[in-house]
């Protein structure tokens, strides 16, 4: 039988659900990997360079090992279609099938267009320790909030990696999509430059294997502290796959007698918990989840929107973590609760922008997780923040980057500060701006905002979005 493996969000071939069975199944293999244009966002987006620096570097190690990734370009139907017409023996496909999103909608589209063609479509759950259908409250309705779904999930017992027999002799070498993979090349060449990763299983894996050895004994304690840097690191690699979900899992529950070991599992569990929200909720990158919070006028002030996201508002953490987006592309969780709360209750700007801002710039981006971040941190969520508590910017950065550390490593100009005043240096008398060589208003900006009346404000106008609704 003549099949194809069609790879998305799994450029691995260890531990791949979807190849296993294709490389046991059929006598000859096409490996697939198709760019829809549809679905590209703009040649300025690190997370667009950063997921085809990945599809580029999986394409090379298939290579080094005598077999061939195919890659098309444009749309699906074209790519079949070429397909079928070279290989009219072509019978099977297979798929690691997504549950939700525009992966879903792709997924459905494929499916009319392959069964058409006569193309049997073989599709497994391999994304998740559990898929969204799996964890069910007792009277099988999904779960709203995370403890009890956490409390499920822990008692179900978590899939084994799955061991790939690579057979490169039922590999398809002979060069299909000529003029596809020259535009795929170009496409490349004109994304920016992501030198602040190195992608590739071989990379997570390592990635991976640091992680355990320096940080996992401490993660409970260090995890929430920017500076400390003691978090992983694997959203990008868990986000294209290049590592899968069940190889991290094993390595860090066999790792024994280390203390962080649960904290980073619960992590895990919310990955699986904002996959089945969103497979729930599939509206949500649209609608607010909780539908009281529908109807907030947001204040939606562009200039506000583009400081924030320059990190020119005059808060440092957030101008910290602002800048380093911009600069490498990912950011500590910490720092994202911080920046989503303060441009929706601060600036007042819709959580939706944001969510958008963060697609395109985020190297991890994955749309369950960041469509579920955003309305935790704008309290329209699933078992989010509550409306009416929320963060201060200035003690978040006093509490969480006590040093000031993290603001100095992004922010320049306060690098010479030596007090608590780096939190909010509009404090700073005029003598000690001189002496640490920073004029608030000209060197570094006055806070954009009152975080003390925007408080308010932001309460009043969820507040009334509730009587509307
Ligand atoms: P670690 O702390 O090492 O955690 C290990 C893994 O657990 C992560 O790689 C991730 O897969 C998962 N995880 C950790 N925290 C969460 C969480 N809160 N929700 C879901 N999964 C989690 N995560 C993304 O992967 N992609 C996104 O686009 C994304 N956008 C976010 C937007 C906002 C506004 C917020 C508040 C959070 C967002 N997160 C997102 C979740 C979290 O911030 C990142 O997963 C984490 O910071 C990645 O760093 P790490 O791999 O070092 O994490």
New binding site residues.
């Given amino acids: 039988m003549v099949a194809v493996m069609w790879f998305r969000r799994d450029l691995r071939v260890e531990d791949n659900t979807a190849l296993k069975h294709a490389l046991e199944e059929a006598d000859s293999l096409i490996l697939l990997f198709h760019v829809n244009s549809e679905q590209l966002l703009n040649e300025t987006s690190k997370n667009e360079a950063a997921f085809f620096k990945s599809v580029e570097t999986f394409r090379k190690t298939l290579d080094d090992r005598g077999a061939t990734l195919h890659l098309s370009f444009g749309n699906l139907t074209d790519c079949f279609t070429k397909l079928k017409k070279k290989f009219p023996e072509w019978t099977d496909i297979y798929v690691n099938r997504d549950e939700n999103g525009y992966g879903l909608k792709r997924d459905i589209l494929a499916d009319s267009i392959l069964y058409d063609l006569g193309i049997r479509t073989h599709a497994f759950h391999d994304h998740y320790l559990h898929s969204a259908h799996e964890v069910k409250t007792n009277t099988q309705t999904s779960y709203k909030v995370f403890t009890p779904y956490f409390n499920k999930w822990k008692e179900y017992s978590k899939p084994s990696m799955i061991k790939v027999e690579f057979d490169e002799k039922k590999i398809v070498t002979s060069s299909l999509f000529k003029e596809d993979k020259l535009r795929f090349e170009s496409f490349i060449e004109k994304h920016p430059r992501m030198t602040t990763i190195q992608t590739g299983s071989v990379a997570a894996k390592e990635c991976l294997d640091t992680?355990v050895e320096n940080n996992l004994q401490k993660?409970d304690e260090a995890?929430d502290y920017p500076s400390q840097d003691a978090?992983?690191?694997?959203?990008h690699y868990?986000?294209t796959g290049e590592i899968s979900i069940r190889t991290v899992y094993d390595r860090v529950s066999q790792a024994e007698g280390f203390q962080g070991k649960e904290t980073?599992i619960k992590?895990?569990a919310?990955?699986d918990?904002?996959n089945m929200i969103y497979t729930s909720y599939p509206n949500q990158k649209n609608e607010a989840i909780n539908p009281e919070f529908d109807y907030i006028s947001w204040d939606n002030n562009e200039e506000a929107f583009d400081r924030w996201k320059e990190g020119e508002t005059g808060f440092p953490i957030v101008d910290a973590t602002m800048r380093q987006l911009k600069e490498t592309g990912?950011?500590?969780?910490r720092l994202?609760?911080i920046t989503?709360s303060f441009l929706t209750k601060d600036l007042l700007i819709d959580w939706r922008w944001?969510e958008r801002h963060?697609?395109e710039h985020?190297i991890?981006?994955?749309?369950a997780?960041?469509i579920?971040?955003?309305q935790?941190?704008s309290s329209t969520g699933a078992d989010s923040a509550p409306y009416f508590r929320v963060f201060n910017p200035t003690t978040q950065s006093e509490r969480f980057d006590k040093d000031g550390l993290y603001i100095k490593q992004y922010v320049p100009e306060l690098r010479e500060i030596n007090n608590k005043k780096i939190h909010d240096p509009s404090k700073l008398s005029v003598a000690e701006q001189d002496s640490f060589g920073v004029i608030i208003g000209k060197d570094y900006p006055a806070p954009i905002v009152s975080h003390k009346d925007r408080r308010k404000m932001a309460i009043e106008l969820y507040e009334l979005s509730k009587e509307v609704y």
Avoid: P, V
């Fill in positions: 992680f993660y995890r978090t992983s690191h694997l959203s868990l986000r980073f992590e895990l919310w990955r918990f904002y990912w950011i500590h969780n994202r609760m989503a944001g963060f697609q985020l991890d981006y994955d749309s997780n960041n579920g971040g955003w935790w941190a």
